[in-house]
């Protein structure tokens, strides 16, 4: 049954191809908001504005662990999607053994580090005593699911890779159905706190992945045997030469966020939990750029492993098309709904409220206003690794980091503490402008390469 949801790239309008593939993608990242949102309003309105503060203080740490092992199993895709739009099935299977093994060695690595350094981090980013605990509690169980986490990214990941965006859909309905129920189990009924919201999350994600699992073993080209699982031949040095990139680049960003969150610290309890309210509201502003990346990538990988690059110039400009147009759609109802929403992660006395408020809803406005530039930055990003080139965007991640520690240390000292706002805006758009010149760049260079 899972092998009719596989999908061929390579012929088609491609328009239509990156739009439908995208579309799953889009819902199933709708329910992995759901469930984060529904942490956020259970821990924010159950446990109060201290324990809505604690889960900002965690979030670089913990999404810097994610974008880890995200970097890696997208990195792996590319090559998963190249196999598969040439049509070699059996390289295909020992792309995917072998980045299994990668990828629990990578797990086992990442759970020791984050355990080690979790506190050490969370001091040297001046966190307030009084949501430390909290927030080294949350991490701790965070880190200690971190193979439950690379599981799931690399059977998603896999199954993206061959055309097939419906499976991890139903799998993160699934996992957002589990979390939620869990959320309320949990916190409001156990009253097991931060830790709880933290414990339901796994457990969801250790569903989802048993779900990605199960379908995957339906597929009939993926009929592996052990020597598939073996690391040799150079193999396992090209997968991480693709992966490692993308890891590096997504931790890079992630200390820039630290960075960020550094500043934050310490302009008071207030100020943390509104920055926290808006920044759980931006996995929902980049919900359908990260799909179309996924698309991209898929998209580009499969016409790159055919070997038609006119498809992927066609399908980069109906690409950048509905990235824009989607933006400024997400944008239209955040500004006008924006407010309401930010309203249901807040608690505390009126005064508290108003001002949380406040602080949460001026940075969506101006996260808002700039989304486009995040949109082009999804979508050109994913089809240079699409096309296999993962050094490129691993610089522009670089650029990231620099335009957003530097915009934190320095534009608050010029415009106060409302100019750590735009440090965001400010790495979205050094990024962009690397990504876009690159794009050209890689195109011209991989068609020569195909043409000769």
Known sequence: MATSRIKNMTEGRPASLIFTFALPLMAGNVFQQLYTVIDTMVVGKALGVNALAALGAADWLNWMMLGIIQGFTQGFAILMAQKFGAGKHGELRRVIGNSAVLSLLSALILLGIGQLLARPI?????????????ALLYLRIMF????????????????RSLGDGQTPLHAMIVAALTNIALDLLFVLVFHLGIGGAAAATLIAQLISSLFCLYHIRKIQILAFVRSDFALRDGLPLRLLLLGFP??????????????????????????????????????????AATSYGYAMITYVGQNLGASKTDRIRKGMR????????????????????????????????????????????????????????????HVTRSAIQGMGNTVLPMVSGVAEFVMRAATAILLPLAAGETGIFFAEIMAWAGATVILVISYFVVVKKTERTLAG
Not at 144 to 159: D, E, K
Not at 251 to 275: P, T, W, Y
């Open 122 to 134: 969370l001091v040297l980013l001046q966190t307030p005593e009084e949501i430390l605990g909290n």
């Open 144 to 159: 200690w699911g971190i193979p439950i986490v690379m599981s799931y990214n690399l059977l998603a990941c896999v199954l």
């Open 246 to 287: 993308m890891a590096f680049q997504n931790a890079i960003i992630a200390i820039g966020g630290m960075i960020v969150q550094f500043v934050v610290n310490g302009f008071g309890v207030l100020f943390i939990a509104g920055f926290t309210a808006t920044n759980k509201l931006y996995g929902i502003l980049e919900i």
């Open 318 to 377: 109906s690409a950048v098309f509905i990235a824009l147009a989607t933006s400024v759609l997400i944008a239209v109802f955040m500004l006008l709904a924006g407010r309401m929403i930010l309203g249901c992660f807040i608690s505390g006395t009126p005064e508290e409220f108003e001002q949380t408020l406040k602080i949460a809803y001026f940075y969506l406005v101006i996260m808002s206003l700039f989304l486009p530039v995040l949109y082009i930055l």
